[in-house]
């Protein structure tokens, strides 16, 4: 009995283990399309920002908003957003003609 417990909880053990290893392996990185649509829409397409889309707005510009922030803009770390990621929306709002899908 008292080694069927024991083995039970070692097996949780190894679980947790492994959980926490692909927690640590890092999140793939994420399309301009699915960084737009998961953190610049919610402000930028409701009107609590303004239209970026179709201003050809220079990415460099993009990049240096969103992480110093901008007055009421919320500026975002790079453990929100990677480096990558930032690059991509940043390309993907510059030469875009009105509308991000
Ligand atoms: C919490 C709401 C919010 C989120 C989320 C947000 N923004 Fe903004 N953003 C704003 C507001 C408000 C302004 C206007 C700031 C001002 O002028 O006071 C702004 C301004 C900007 C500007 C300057 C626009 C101009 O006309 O010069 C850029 C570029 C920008 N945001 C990029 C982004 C990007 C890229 C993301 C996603 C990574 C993002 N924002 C997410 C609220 C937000």
């Known amino acids: ?3 069927w417990v024991f083995g039970k909880i070692s097996i949780a ?3 947790i283990g492994l ?3 692909t ?8 399309s301009g399309e699915r960084v737009y649509q998961a953190v610049c829409q919610y402000c930028h ?6 239209k970026l889309t179709g201003r050809q707005l220079p990415s460099a510009y993009i990049q240096h908003v969103a992480r110093n922030g901008l007055r009421a803009m919320p500026a975002f ?3 929100e957003i990677s480096h990558q990621e930032l690059a991509s929306v940043a390309k993907l709002i510059e030469t875009s003609n009105g509308g991000v899908e």
């Open 77 to 79: 770390r790079i453990t």
């Open 19 to 21: 959980l926490l290893q």
């Open 13 to 15: 053990f190894v679980l």
């Open 23 to 30: 927690a640590q392996a890092g999140d793939p990185e994420r």
């Open 1 to 3: 009995m008292c080694r």
């Open 45 to 50: 397409e409701t009107g609590i920002g303004p």
